[in-house]
């Protein structure tokens, strides 16, 4: 009898794990469902047309709807549209969006870029709608806040996919360093050009402080940036291709085989050997916690004008900033780097596009989607220079919406400045998109269709062999041979040689 | 004469595969009650295991999203060709196998010697709390377990390099040597499955008739005896047919398992890319999903024949043990 019921529990036992643990893997698919519930649920009024925006987020900010419906009270009246806000996270944005992008769900505005729920992919995919004459027709003033050649780099095969943010476009690799141990340790910050420069500074912090100064994530991250070393990178998706800027001849190179990659390596190498960079770096949520509790001195990103006040807005340290990349250049990844598109799914793309003009023209709609409502999440702190900051007792953290993501949203150049020190960084970031040196390529997009299987098999070396010299964990004398015969082995060449005569066919048809 | 032999024949047919599915009518009629708690998993099975694999046509289709599965365009075997272009594929092959095969091995034997002595102990107050501690690293996502695992790992505040380091041992870098990965792999994995299968066997040991235990221990046998003589021959279907389903999955690897733990670390490819987490790594950013369902499809296709081959083997070993 007692064997009896013991067994009956058993099975019940067993029965409830398995549902249990049935029940956990489809955990996305509530959600989605959730996400089409909201985007039905707000039944426009009588004739408004209803146009969804779909974008990666931190986290939803509690006050989405408060948001929501103060940029409807514009849009309602001034174009008819009855606007839903669907942020994603942005760690499940990618997937979420490939996989809703293929399943053929409708959507009208989506966030795409080179970087996440990829632009090349979803154009080849022919999953955004052309709009060349919907910005003629529908966004005049969008379309002429750009110049031509700007909106060339979004072509793919001559039609314009992609709505270009403006911001920054090229990339002006550099520094930011701690101002505190800047002064501690005596870093003359203007005498730096180079990373190299860096390295007495960087002694001197690991010394004194007892710490890895320089932050990177996991799983790692080397001081390889292609445009600081005069590369045009061409596409993201192939890591190893690259192209000199500046080559008329438009011949692209296995960027692993160049000096400068050697360069780049062997100082990458230097700095992990000599502790300035973690050798077994932190995630990414936890090196960024570690950064704010100053267990790193300096971060290499990104150092386009007010980098200093974003780095102090993300880690409450004051910094100092520094661009090293000379010259600048302007590449295809670089302008299109933020991009907005409709969906070719999409029911009204022309009331779409009208949504995109806004976005990118008008400053108030704009600033309400990026920083929220005033008084309510920021207040004027100089209205005459357009500088906002947040309401007393409130902080980045701590705001009920508070995106931080201009880049995503429209045109940065309308975005109100945080700090009084910010002023005129967007004139300052528009003379740099202007003085670039535009890249031979610039406005050249692959066609990645021919060589998808070669590109597969090289992403996969890439990863594999490539990577461990890129992060400085192993030499490059060592270990590049392999790494260059094993690309080889998996097609690089053949990559190498199609994009050269895409190139070519490019440069017929848009000559210098 | 013939003819209604003929009538016969051609007649039974359905009739005949419908008595072997549901019993004769009598049968039918007494278990319809029963035969109907099967109606929802059937059609669960037929939703989520049957239809999807009209999916299989994407494997052999240049997908576009915008002109649909059927509407886009047939290459052939094109989309397979990334899979074998490189030495890649033997390895991710390799390592797949061997690993799965030291977990369906680790597993089984470490599951049924739990299960053994957690029978032994059956009737102390103890045995719920040590099943459920056994059962409970089941529930935890390989996520945490990766963190859990760095903690122990890493090379500057790693648990296990203090404890060499206390001892005068030289530190391992562990997430640099590809060499360590299969045992650590292996051990993570029995941690967390083991609770689950023991508890299987332990299922099937106590629904092993006493009579049987009493009768050998009349006739003199020992506890090791009995193990050997009445236990495992006893659980040697369940065994069997626990590995052939183990079998039908070799080809799957555990892709938290493979991808969290050693933290997609280059240096560790060697040792612990399997086909999951190549085909993650090499297609995440390509959003290539026909090359995807190709290496899902080159997956299944082996893995079937796999299954197959093991039933057959089985089959000659002993019929009653066989799967099908």
């Not at chain 1, 008819?80 to 996270?89: A, E, F, M, R």
């Not at chain 1, 690799?173 to 007495?200: A, C, I, N, Q």
């Not at chain 1, 001195?297 to 409450?316: S, T």
């Not at chain 1, 260059?484 to 005569?501: H, K, M």
Request: aromatic letters at 12%; glycine letters at 6%; proline letters at 5%.
């Amino acid at each position: 009898m007692t064997q009896h019921r013991v067994l009956t529990v058993l099975s019940v036992l067993l029965l409830v794990s398995l549902a249990l643990t049935a029940c956990s893997a489809p955990a996305s698919a509530p959600a989605t469902a959730n996400d089409q519930q909201e985007a039905a649920a707000p039944a426009p009024t009588d004739g408004l047309v209803s146009i969804t925006y779909t974008y990666g987020s931190r986290g939803i900010p509690a006050d989405l709807q408060l948001v929501e419906d103060a940029m409807n009270e514009i849009l309602h009246d001034k174009i008819g549209v009855h606007l839903t806000l669907q942020p994603i996270d942005f760690g499940a944005y990618n997937d979420k969006m490939q996989l809703r992008l293929s399943a053929g769900e409708e959507c009208d505005i989506i966030f795409t870029a080179p970087w996440i729920n990829s632009y090349a992919n979803n154009v080849a995919n022919g999953v955004l709608a052309p709009l060349d004459d919907l910005l003629i027709n529908y966004a005049p003033g969008l379309w002429g806040s750009m110049p031509p050649t700007t909106w060339d780099a979004a072509r793919v095969n001559g039609v314009i996919y992609g709505v270009i943010n403006q911001q920054i476009f090229p990339k002006p690799w550099g520094v930011h360093p701690r101002k505190d141990l800047t002064e501690k340790y005596g870093l003359d910050l203007d005498s730096v050009t180079k990373w190299e420069d860096m390295e007495p500074w960087l002694a001197a912090v690991r010394d004194g402080e007892g710490i890895s100064p320089v932050f990177i994530a996991a799983p790692g991250r080397g001081l390889w940036l292609s445009q600081y070393y005069g590369y045009d990178p061409l596409d993201d998706g192939i890591a190893f291709l690259g192209m000199k800027a500046d080559d008329e001849t438009l011949t692209t190179v296995n960027m692993v085989d160049t000096v400068e990659f050697q360069m780049a390596a062997n100082t990458t190498k230097r700095w992990v050997d000599e502790g300035f960079m973690p050798l077994e770096p932190l995630p990414n949520d936890e090196a960024r916690s570690a950064f704010r509790a100053g267990q790193y001195a300096m971060g290499y990103h990104v150092e386009k004008p007010g980098n200093d006040i974003e780095a102090q807005n993300a880690y409450g340290f004051e910094f100092l900033s520094k661009n090293l990349t000379d010259p600048l250049i302007l590449d295809t990844a670089g302008a299109t780097a933020t991009m907005n598109a409709i969906c070719a799914t999409s029911k009204n793309p022309q009331k779409a596009m009208e949504v995109l003009e806004e976005f990118n023209t008008n400053a108030y709609i704009y600033n309400l989607l990026s920083r929220g409502i005033e008084g309510k999440h920021w207040v004027w702190e100089d209205e005459a220079n357009q500088v906002m900051r947040f309401p007393d007792g409130v902080d980045g953290n701590t705001s009920t919406y508070n995106p931080n993501t201009d880049w995503m949203f429209g045109n940065q150049f309308n975005a109100y400045y945080r700090d009084t020190k910010q002023v005129g960084a967007w004139e300052a970031t528009k003379e740099m998109n202007d003085t670039a040196f535009p890249s031979e390529a610039l406005g050249f997009v692959v066609d990645r269709e021919p060589i998808k299987t070669e590109i597969a098999q090289t992403s996969a070396v890439y990863n594999e062999f490539v990577l461990p010299i890129l992060f400085g964990w192993v030499a490059y004398a060592d270990a590049a041979p392999e790494a260059i015969e094993r690309l080889n082995e998996a097609g690089a060449q053949a990559i190498i040689n199609e994009i050269n005569s895409q190139l070519q066919e490019w440069r017929a048809k848009n000559p210098r | 004469m013939s003819e209604p032999r003929q009538t016969k024949q051609s007649s039974f047919a359905p009739e005949r595969v419908i008595r072997r599915i549901f019993g004769n009518q009598r049968e039918f009629r007494t278990n319809l009650s029963l035969l109907s708690m099967a109606l929802p998993g059937i059609a669960l099975l037929f939703i989520f295991a049957y239809l999807p694999m009209l999916g299989i046509l994407i494997a052999f289709k240049d997908y576009r999203f915008n002109l649909g599965i059927l509407g886009s365009e047939w290459i052939g075997f094109q989309n397979f060709r990334f899979l074998f272009g490189t030495d890649a594929a033997f390895r991710i092959t390799r390592n797949t196998l061997l690993m799965n095969t030291l977990f369906i091995s680790t597993t089984t034997v470490c599951a049924l010697i739990v299960a053994i002595l957690l029978n032994e102990v059956y009737r102390s107050r103890m045995s719920k709390y040590y099943q459920t501690m056994l059962f409970f690293p089941y529930f935890i996502s390989w996520v945490i377990v990766s963190y859990f695992v760095f903690a122990f790992l890493n090379g500057q505040t790693g648990l296990i390099n203090q404890w060499i380091d206390a001892l005068g041992i030289k530190r391992i870098a562990w997430y640099r040597s590809a060499a360590y990965w299969p045992v650590i792999l292996v051990l993570a994995n029995l941690w967390n499955g083991i609770g689950f299968s023991s508890i299987i066997y332990l299922a099937g040991i106590l629904g092993i008739s006493p009579e049987l235990f009493e009768a050998a221990q009349i006739d003199g046998a020992g506890k090791l005896k009995q193990i050997r003589y009445i236990t495992l021959p006893m659980l040697y279907p369940m065994i069997i047919i626990l590995a052939l389903l183990a079998i039908g999955r070799i080809f799957h690897a555990d892709f938290g398992l493979f991808f969290f733990l050693p933290r997609d670390n280059p240096l560790l490819y060697s040792t612990t890319d399997v086909i999951d987490t190549f085909v993650y790594r090499s297609l995440v950013e390509l959003g290539e999903i026909s090359m995807a369902a190709a290496a899902g499809f080159y997956q299944s296709f082996i893995g079937f024949l796999l299954v197959v081959a093991a039933n057959w083997v089985v089959r000659r070993f002993n019929e009653d043990y066989a799967l099908y």
